[in-house]
């Protein structure tokens, strides 16, 4: 049975083609879906544009709408087994990952209903003895909603509640490979008594409905996460429109690695911070940088400890390391690895696709250390989006600083050392939207997430990630009797 799209708050066949899921881990069927026309575009946005605008959503208060949120949540909490479940067959990630990403979006949906709570407008500082000045915020409008494949619950729910709890109508257009999920909110969103209309989950082609949604005139914002080539073209679409957006891409992240740095804890942080999500991360510690005193102990650790990771079926519990998401993703993978050894690097453990028993069935590619290479060499400037990590020494804090910057990527970085006045000497001097010392890969819904240079525009996340989908007004009361004597 073909699954239906939700329109305006009905579900229906999309007037698009069929698409299909599958299974990374043995590239069986998960679900055929149908997916949206430009008609189905046109609809859906022209009721959306209607549905904020009417008086039963534009008009409710913060704490009403904060209601919906909350019951929202529980039902992703009642349902999370089966979320995380589906979400490990849509993109082949381990369970213990994907319980994760179902755990955040339920954060993430309490963390932004409670703000709602108390979430004021603004009396504005006094200038004038004739005149009250306040600010509010209003909601923008329809809002394009586009998540990549690689962490859909997670992305989705990062967009939809904060649009959502501005007053907004959203549209979302998931991944063309990872669906299913988007569907499941949105069933869940209407069990929540989220009004008809507010959201519309359409999937399709990003070049033609992704391409569709956002140039369509009633669409005031684009919020994208995805590749950063995409993301410039979005950018110049929004630019065009003169409209507001923001932009997760891509990233390229350097790891530090200081000559006072706990090595056992620093070799264990930097494998998850590029082997979790088999590096289908845009914020992947891609780049190691270790102090040559430390260099050759902690590249001996490194690779002993990359060489056990276990690499298999992403629904058992011992799986560390999942398959890639598809054939053509793990082709890419191998392509810039085989680019490494041309550079002049040398591969110290994994480099190949996995084929070994049951792996054969699925797109697994081995968890990868490559030295040898400088951080100019391409491997070390593109962004791979997969388990592979290159490792460079450094012995000059000043000249480091300066190769970790050598990137039009900024979106993350680690830091492991025991000074923290080092730390955070680096921390200001590094060019990056987040920065980790010693830990990596922590989220909190409260902190902003960015990034700089080509790694994207805005923030998403905290108080501000609500006000990021509003626009304020400013307004004048003016308190003196007196006629204005220009008149006279």
Known sequence: MVKELFLAGDWQQGRG???????????????????????????????????????????????????????FADILDRDREALAKLQTRDNGKPLYETRGLVASAIATTRYVASTLETMDNELTN?????????SLYEPLGVIAAITPWNSPIASEVQKLIPALAGGNAVILKPAEATSLIALEIAKRFEEA????GILSVLPGRGSVIGNAIVNHPLVRKISFTGGTNTGRALAHVA?????????????KSP??????????????????????????????????FVHVSLYDAFVSKLVAKTAKLRVGHPEDP?????????EQHLLSIDRYVQQALVEGGKIEVGGKRLIEGDLVKGSYYAPTVITGLKNSDSVCQEEIFGPVLVVMPFDNEEALIKEANDSVYGLSAGIWTESYRKAW?????????????????????????????????????????ILSYMQQKSVFFGMDDTPNPWCD
């Open 17 to 71: 083609e069929t698409s299909q899921s599958f299974f990374p881990a043995d590239r069986s069927l998960n679900a055929e879906f149908s997916t949206a026309s430009l008609d189905d575009v046109n609809e859906a946005i022209e009721k959306a544009d209607i549905a904020w605008r009417a008086p039963s959503w534009r008009n409710l208060l913060p704490t009403e709408r904060a209601r919906i949120f909350f019951k």
């Open 255 to 288: 790891t530090i690695v200081l000559e006072d740095a706990d090595i056992d804890l620093a070799v264990n942080g930097v494998i998850y911070g590029i082997f979790s999500s088999a590096g289908q991360a845009c914020i992947a510690g891609s780049r190691l």
């Open 318 to 326: 011992q799986t560390q390391v999942g398959p890639v998401i598809s």
């Open 239 to 251: 630019a065009e429109r003169l409209i507001t957006t923001s932009l997760e891409l891509g990233g």
């Open 126 to 134: 006094q200038r004038m003895h004739d005149a009250l000045t306040l």
């Open 193 to 196: 008594g989220l009004p008809k």
């Open 425 to 465: 000497q680096l921390a200001r001097a590094l060019e990056a939207g987040t920065i980790w010392v010693n830990t990596y890969k922590k989220f909190s819904i409260s902190t902003p997430f960015g990034g700089y240079k080509e790694s994207g525009i805005g923030r998403e996340k905290g108080r501000l990630g």
